[in-house]
């Protein structure tokens, strides 16, 4: 399982059930910047789950072999990016449930939400498409779904083969030399996933020594060397590095850890004796302790060293991070929250201030195809005080399928949209964060109730709406509330289930 896991990857492993009754291969929830790669599923009740916010994340070679409840299973509150021409397979057998199941939700949108979350496919009569799909909580025919969730379009797999294995080097990509050049990806999001993909461009070329046999893809890597994208890789390399220890300090660590286990070893054998102990035993046993009591110290004044190489480390970081600036929202959120994980975590603090609460709430507000990367570890730090939060973006989803949608190569297959006439509605909620009291603002022609749930979907509190085309103001009393994250709900009649996260902060 992977719980708000980070920067990882999971690769190369056979997963095995006994029965098809229970058992999640890999089960994932709110973990971002991670990788499932080359894993194979096998006799499970579900071969992958993901649920939760998981932007970053990419799912490529798997085989889910055969029998499976639900094969790829994503949950009603998944928050992912697209896989594109990732290469999963799935083998003929049995799915008693589905071989790709999706969750979400109906709303008016659910067409771009799942555009937005796609599996693009090379071949749909193969093993790459899945045989069988459910969408539990939408109406059907549900063949619209299908083709909005893996549209089948021009490219080729990626194969296990070009995976990174031990010292073998990542091969360069075809794609690889038009982000070299600045020309990719164009259109496909904002101009922060061409940052993104820069930036990982940039971390592949560094790793490998910075010589590759592209010539292009090594002038790249030079003229950003002394740019904010090459400087920012050195402050991430450098937090990777903050707590590794130095060759020496691993030695001293190993010795005086072997130390302490002999004189725990012989301190233990003397206890066993002293029922029937002479004078002379307990002497040992007297010295025995004084020595141990020397080598907690020298134990501890290591630690205290390593602490102090660490924080160090992590102030001398933070200064080159401070020296940076940049116009771009998506870099600068990289420095800033760069310099909340130096000044906290990185330097032995394990709490936020307001004032960085509310920085790091701000990032994580924003929408993650225009607010790159940082937004992903902006949430992952919230985490840490709001550990229930999950995040729902629907919005978000919808300004990405918009701007994706004229990339998305044409098909023969039959599709249609849905005509829909939504009544007039609008609501907005303020403040947010909040301490004891909740403003909602809305415009309603038809009578709605809201409601405050927590994390797990518990009604708290609740309202009623009447209608309202002009507008009307609720309040709702959070002051017997505890901190932490709340999902406010809006339904009503010939209207779509919508949801607002809420941040209450005492």
């Not at 797990?456 to 901190?483: C, K, M, W, Y």
């Amino acid at each position: 399982a992977a719980r708000d896991a980070l920067n990882s990857t999971i690769e190369l492993n056979y997963i095995e059930g006994a029965a098809t009754s229970s058992g999640t291969g890999i089960d994932v929830l709110s973990s971002t910047g991670m990788a499932y790669s080359c894993n194979t599923l096998h006799n499970l009740q579900t071969g992958m789950h993901l649920n939760g916010t998981c932007t970053d994340t990419d799912i490529r070679g798997n085989t889910f072999e055969p029998p499976f409840v639900d094969g790829l299973h994503y949950g009603s509150l998944l928050d992912i990016n697209a896989q594109l021409h990732r290469g999963n397979q799935w083998l003929s057998g049995t799915y008693s449930g589905a071989a790709a199941r999706n969750d979400m939700e109906d709303s008016p949108n659910v067409l771009n939400q799942l555009l937005a979350q796609r599996h693009e496919i090379h071949d749909d009569q193969s093993a790459y498409y899945p045989p069988g799909f459910a969408f539990p909580n939408l109406p059907t025919p549900i063949n619209f779904y299908i083709n909005a969730w893996f549209p089948e379009t021009f490219g080729s797999p990626w194969d296990c083969e070009d995976q990174l294995i031990g010292d073998e080097r990542e091969k360069i990509r075809e794609i690889d030399i038009p982000v070299a050049l600045g020309t990719a990806p164009a259109g496909d999001y904002e101009e922060a996933r061409r940052w993104g993909a820069r930036q990982q461009l940039y971390r592949k070329v560094a790793l490998q020594g910075g010589e590759t046999d592209t010539l292009v893809v090594d002038s790249f890597y030079v003229s950003q060397s002394d740019s904010l994208l090459g400087l920012l890789y050195e402050i991430e390399a450098g937090k990777q590095h903050l707590f590794e220890q130095s060759e020496t300090e691993q030695q001293q660590v190993v010795a005086l850890s072997h130390d302490r286990d002999s004189l725990v070893q012989r301190l233990t054998a003397l206890d066993s004796m002293l029922v029937v102990a002479e004078e002379d035993v307990w002497a040992l046993r007297d010295t025995l302790l004084e020595k141990a009591g020397l080598l907690f110290q020298d134990i501890d004044s290591l630690d205290q060293l390593i602490k102090a190489e660490i924080y160090a480390a992590a102030e001398n970081l933070a200064d080159d991070n401070d020296a940076l600036e940049s116009a771009k929202g998506y870099a600068q959120n990289e420095l800033d929250v760069n310099s909340i994980y130096l000044s906290t975590l990185a330097s032995g603090v394990d709490t936020f201030s307001s004032v960085q609460l509310s920085a790091l709430g701000s990032i994580a507000e924003q929408c993650l195809y225009s607010g790159g990367r940082p937004v992903y570890k902006a949430r992952h730090l919230l985490h840490l005080p709001y550990p229930d939060s999950l995040r729902v973006d629907p919005g978000c989803f919808q300004a990405l399928a918009e701007a994706e949608a004229t990339n998305i190569a044409a098909t023969e297959k039959e599709r249609r949209t849905v005509a829909t006439s939504p009544l007039p509605l609008d609501w907005k909620v303020y403040p947010n964060p909040a301490r004891n009291v909740l403003q909602i603002e809305i415009v309603n022609a038809t009578p709605v109730t809201i409601a405050l749930l927590d994390m797990h979907g518990r009604v708290l509190l609740t309202q009623q709406a009447e209608e309202a085309p002009l507008g009307q103001n609720l309040t709702f009393d959070i002051s017997g509330l505890n901190s932490g994250m709340y999902l406010l709900e809006l339904n009503g009649w010939s209207i779509s289930r919508q949801l607002k996260k809420v941040v209450i902060m005492k």
